[in-house]
């Protein structure tokens, strides 16, 4: 058994890995099994149920997730082992020997139903006034396993009260099923370790530490356990109620900023295969909803890339020409708001390395509120600023205290691709179907470097392209802009870019290797934490953390379900988008020009640009009181 | 809290992770440590246990809710436990449960005022044959009825 990299789950939890010899031919590599009386051979330690995946026998699951590790917790995926007292669980059985399996025995149906039976007796689900209604995953089991009556009772009542404490993420715990995806996904695929199961037997529930509201314990918002949840016991918090009275009210100027990764998922809330980008179909979409201006964040992303790349320029000057040693580096990337509460919380002594500005849709929310404001012509307090994001933890964010620069809320509300999705299916529109249109000036056009923002290492390859021409006059020596090692799915990437022949202001970083890391999912952040804290990070300048597993296009405000597989469709949907694109380097785009000559005057990381693009961080702890 | 008393807490845990280990399987003695000596496994001393075993305050908070002999509310000085199985039950477990009672002037599941007894149900103590059974802290008493079984709280301090 191998043991998985960097777990701490229990020996006997973690996934059934057997080495796989090199080559399968040889004795022991392959094992043959009879499943259902066909023949087939597989690699030794393979599971029942990859076996049977791979033959095409489909087997239920509930517990099981791609993502995370066995629980075999269910029991959803009995089948008969010829020999076996009981029946087994195919996610957790590996396959040592010549064994007989037997998928659908008179047996197994009766004990899938039973079972089904036993979930509902304790599942607290009214279908129609649920928001998963019609993708719930115990729904979907009992319509195909036929449940036409409660076998064994069935709730009436609600168990426990709603938790909506959390500005991010709810919880009603009548709809859990003790699955434990939101657990495993919280401890071992993000390791912030907020949820546990609580009790025993039948009082059995997952809570926090002491049980207290979400709110007021360690949680990021990253909203990744609402993206494994298979029923509804955990959602995000809808605002669209409170959208629809603004656009509704004819006093208010509703705009909207939509982010590259929606556009890049909505599609699949409308039952479009993953790896298909809506991004026109959803500018009309959300012009005929009512929004009085659609706009697109990948400006403000190009606006974070200037920002950030100006910022860590002069971190760089400091450290390298004036020889300052308090000057903190590598500059970490802050646009992803799971991971600066992750570090506010874990590493508080470590945030003067985060840099200071904010988050793309936070500048635009500020840059809305003032510059386009009175551009318009609009009293800023008639604007409702709307941010359509692939995340959970942007609800949060917007309502941090800090966050009103522009001297109001500078966003809003801040609303889920699925929370989307279900607006523009409440206004009858399908949106395949729709025309596509462009964004609205005049933050309408945006370089192709914003919207790889999406993908995990776009912020690093957006900001390389600008900084690599910035100090050289060149393009980043790479074939067609497209920064490979920025690129795939692997936890931590590092890499580097040599500077040479330097224009005549940066000439200070004449051969100075440009050393980056990017890392995606709050597990790998604490691995870059603490290669930081052993100080193997030094000589490292820039480091991009996305909070989520692949980025944002993988945020936890993204269609319902996901998996490695959809999110690497999901990149490739936004890399091919990007390619398509006539700009894309943040500092070619004429928009942000426009704005440092019309009204950021003093140029990036000047006063104002401080005091409305950059914010400030709370050092939280991990105290829980 | 007194920070004195977080600090004396904070080198106690200290200790017993120098004891038994800093893995994560050393969680279930480290506890019992604890309980055994506060009675109790406080909120601090949760988020102790779990930084110095590097996991979550909720994973301990979970295990101390799984095991009846751990809790993390603070509970009387003496802890009675009535065995409620049916052998127990059988043998005269309500005459001894309702003496109890109106000895102790509490029900089952409560801490007298003076803070010296609680009173808890528990499950098979194993002591079937010799029901009805009560387990006063750590010690089993045997073949109770009414008049022993309120001589014996009457002993404790």
Request: hydrophobic share 35%; with cysteine.
């Amino acid at each position: 058994m191998v043991k998985r990299e960097n777990t701490r789950t229990p020996v006997s939890q973690q996934p059934h890995i057997v080495d796989k010899p090199a080559d399968t031919a040889t004795i022991g590599g392959t094992i043959s099994v009879e499943i259902n009386e066909k023949k087939v051979t597989v690699p030794l330690g393979t599971t029942i149920l990859e076996a049977c995946r791979q033959n095409q026998i489909h087997i239920p699951t509930l517990c099981h997730h791609p993502d995370l590790c066995i629980a075999g917790v269910c029991r959803i995926c009995v089948v008969d082992v010829e020999g076996m007292r009981t029946l087994q669980t195919a996610c957790s059985f590996p396959i040592t020997s010549p064994i007989k399996i037997r998928t659908s025995t008179p047996m197994v149906r009766k004990a899938r139903r039973h079972i089904i039976d036993l979930l509902l007796s304790e599942h607290y689900g009214e279908c129609y006034s649920c928001f998963r209604n019609g993708n719930c995953e115990l729904q979907s089991l009992a319509k195909e396993y036929g449940v036409d009556s409660y076998t064994f009772g069935h709730v009436e009542k609600p168990r426990y009260e709603v938790d909506n404490s959390s500005a991010s993420v709810i919880r009603d715990m009548s709809k859990c099923i003790l699955c434990k995806r939101c657990v495993r996904t919280c401890i071992d695929l993000q390791e912030v370790g907020v949820l546990e199961a609580i009790n025993r037997g039948h009082e059995t529930h997952i809570g926090t530490f002491l049980d207290k509201p979400l709110a007021d314990v360690i949680c990021i918002n990253c909203g990744q356990c609402i993206n494994r949840c298979p029923t509804a016991a955990l959602r995000a918090n809808d605002p669209s109620d409170e959208i629809w009275a603004a656009i509704d009210d004819p006093q208010k100027h509703v705009v909207i900023q939509t982010a590259p990764s929606p556009r890049a998922a909505i599609g699949e809330e409308f039952g479009v295969e993953p790896g298909h980008s809506f991004t026109g179909e959803l500018n009309t979409a959300l012009k005929r909803i009512g929004f009085d201006k659609v706009f697109d964040t990948n400006f403000t992303a190009d606006l974070t890339i200037i920002e950030e790349g100006t910022e860590l320029l002069n971190r760089l000057k400091k450290a390298i020409v004036e020889k300052d040693e308090s000057v903190k580096l590598p500059q970490f990337t802050s646009c992803s708001p799971g991971w600066v509460k992750f570090i506010e919380h874990f590493y508080p002594e470590y945030l003067d390395y985060l840099s200071t500005a904010k988050s793309p849709q936070q500048m635009f929310g500020a840059i809305t509120k003032t510059f386009y404001a009175k551009e318009a012509g609009v009293d800023p307090a008639d604007i409702v600023t709307v941010a359509l994001m692939p995340c959970a933890a942007k609800k949060f964010e917007c309502n941090r205290p800090e966050m009103n620069d522009s001297g109001f809320k500078d966003v809003d509300y801040g609303l889920t691709t699925r929370e989307m999705a279900k607006m523009i299916k409440e206004a009858g529109i399908h949106l395949p179907e729709m025309p596509k249109s462009n964004f609205d000036d005049p933050f309408g056009e945006a370089s192709g470097a914003g919207l790889i923002f999406g993908a995990t290492g776009g912020v690093m390859e957006a900001a390389l392209r600008t900084v690599y021409e910035l100090v050289t006059g060149r393009e980043v020596p790479f074939k067609n802009l497209v920064i490979e090692p920025c690129r795939g799915f692997e936890g931590i990437k590092q890499a580097s870019v040599k500077l040479e022949n330097c224009v005549e202001e940066y000439k200070f970083l004449e051969g100075v290797e440009v050393k980056f890391a990017v890392a995606h999912g709050t597990a790998n952040a604490k691995k870059v934490m603490e290669m930081l804290r052993k100080g193997e990070l030094v000589g490292y300048h820039f480091v991009e953390i996305m909070a989520c597993p692949g980025g944002c296009l993988g945020g936890g405000g993204q269609p319902i379900p996901t998996s490695a597989d959809i999110r690497k469709k999901r990149a490739e949907a936004i890399y091919a988008e990007e390619e398509s694109l006539p700009i894309r380097k943040s500092h070619e785009n004429p928009h942000v020009h426009y704005i440092y000559e019309k009204f950021l005057t003093e140029g990036p990381c000047s006063k104002l640009s401080h005091k409305l693009l950059h914010t400030h961080y709370t050092k939280r702890g991990k105290f829980i009181s | 809290m007194l920070v004195l008393e977080k600090n004396a807490l904070s080198e106690e845990i200290e200790q017993l992770v120098a004891k038994y280990g800093s893995d994560r399987s050393a969680l279930i003695q480290i506890l019992q440590a604890i309980q055994r000596k506060h009675k109790f496994i406080s909120d601090f001393a949760q988020q102790e246990v779990a930084r110095l075993l590097s996991i979550h305050p909720v994973e301990v908070y979970s295990v101390i809710t799984f095991y009846s002999f751990l809790c993390s509310e603070p509970k009387g000085r003496n802890i009675v436990r009535l065995c409620k199985t049916i052998s127990c039950d059988m043998a005269g477990k309500d005459a001894v449960e309702a003496a109890v009672k109106r000895e102790l002037g509490i029900s089952f599941g409560e801490t007298t005022k003076d803070k010296r007894i609680t009173l808890e149900y528990t499950n098979c103590l194993g002591m079937c044959d010799q029901g009805p059974a009560m387990l006063v802290n750590e010690r089993v008493y045997t073949h109770l009825d009414p008049e022993k079984a309120v001589n014996i709280l009457n002993e404790i301090k």
